[in-house]
Structures are given as structure tokens and as C-alpha cells.
């Protein structure tokens, strides 16, 4: 995991340093509505979209008129969540997401933005709701996740002015969680639909 974090954020870093045309760095933030797509296992259920966040750092990098590399380092929750009756069960799954992505001009102001996304997970939480109380509990069966994901984005980037944009994308992980799944755990692969805001410097 830490060896393809490096390199993931390598390629973040030396896109902007080695860029022959100027770098533009810029944050970023937003929501996440994730869930995800049972795989083969005991996945006798039926999940929900689960509301959490994203927010990191963006590079915009121009290669040719109208087409850019825009790699970027995002915090990101997902997850999914269950609903029986009044009880209601949500999986938090943090991530550190490093989308390297191409963004392509389709007509002025609007981008596509599309390309690889390298995922690592750094922890995992459950909450239990009923009609009294509230318990959420740090999983430790998370030890059970596979700790770093391929995955694929595509979306569309709308620039309002030339420093301010509004995005929308989804992206979807190639692998899945783990290979064994349980009812505990189940075999999955996460789905991720984020809307957001981007500033440039």
C-alpha cells in the first residue's frame, strides 16, 4: 500500500514539476453519494445510497490547446447503508482517493474529465440506529478490505469563471473489497456519484 501511494503521488508531483506549460494548483470539495455493487458471496441484501464527503488538492496542467492533465489528492468517505423497519445500519468507508485524470475540452466552458483513480483505505467505521439510541463502532474487520483499489473516473467539469468550477462524476473501483464475502463483510465493489466545487489559484 505504501509503495503504490508513493507512486500515485509521484505522478501527482511530477506532472506539475516536469509540465512545460504553466501549473495551475487549486482546492476542491463536495458530496459523495455512495453505495456499492454486490459481487458473488452471501449478499442476500439490498443497500442504499449513503451521503458523506470529499475535499483535496487539484493541479491543472495544460498539454495541448482544449486538453489537460489534472491529476488530484482527495479525501473521500464512502459506503453504503440498511434500512430494516426502524433500524437503520451504515458502513463509513475513508478513503484517500488519487484520481489521475485527462480533462478535455468539449465546448467552452464544458470539460470531460476521465481517467484512472488509485484508492486507499484508511478506515472504516459502522453506525447502528434504532428508535432509542445510536452506536457506532470502529471496524476492525476492515483488516479484511483490500487496502489499495484501482478503480475508473468520468464526469464533467462546468468553469463558471476562470478560477471557479462546478463538477460532477462518477467513478467506480475495478476491484473488489476483498475476496471472501461475508455477511459481516460482503464482496463489493464501491460506486461513487460527487458533486462539487473547485477553485483554481
Known amino acids: 500500500m505504501k509503495k503504490l501511494f508513493i507512486i500515485a503521488a509521484g505522478l501527482f508531483i511530477a506532472g506539475a514539476a516536469n509540465a512545460q506549460s504553466p501549473v495551475r494548483f487549486g482546492i476542491k470539495a463536495g458530496v ?3 453505495n456499492i455493487i454486490k ?3 452471501n449478499n ?3 443497500t442504499e445510497g449513503k451521503t458523506g464527503f470529499n475535499a483535496g488538492l487539484t493541479a491543472d496542467i495544460k498539454l495541448v490547446d482544449g486538453i489537460a492533465f489534472t491529476p488530484e489528492i482527495l ?3 464512502k459506503g453504503y447503508q440498511l434500512t430494516s423497519g426502524s433500524n437503520t445500519y451504515k458502513r463509513t468507508t ?4 488519487v484520481p489521475i485524470l485527462a480533462s478535455i475540452r468539449l465546448a467552452s466552458p464544458l470539460n470531460l474529465v476521465v481517467g484512472p483513480q488509485v484508492s486507499f483505505l484508511m478506515s472504516t467505521s459502522d453506525k447502528y440506529t434504532n428508535n432509542s439510541s445510536t452506536v457506532t463502532v470502529n471496524n476492525n ?3 479484511n ?4 483499489l484501482l478503480g475508473g473516473v468520468v464526469g464533467l467539469r462546468y468553469d463558471l469563471t476562470n ?3 462546478v463538477h460532477g462524476r462518477y467513478a467506480l473501483d475495478f476491484q473488489k473489497n476483498n475476496e471472501n464475502g461475508t455477511s459481516e463483510t460482503p464482496e463489493f465493489k464501491n460506486q461513487v456519484w460527487s458533486f462539487g466545487l473547485g477553485y483554481k489559484f
Open 39 to 41: 459481487d458473488n458471496g
Open 94 to 97: 475513508n478513503f484517500i482517493d
Open 44 to 46: 442476500d441484501f439490498n
Open 75 to 77: 479525501y473521500a468517505q
Open 145 to 148: 478490505f483490500r487496502k489499495s
Open 141 to 143: 474487520d476492515s483488516d
Open 32 to 34: 459523495n453519494i455512495a
Open 163 to 165: 478560477n471557479i468550477d
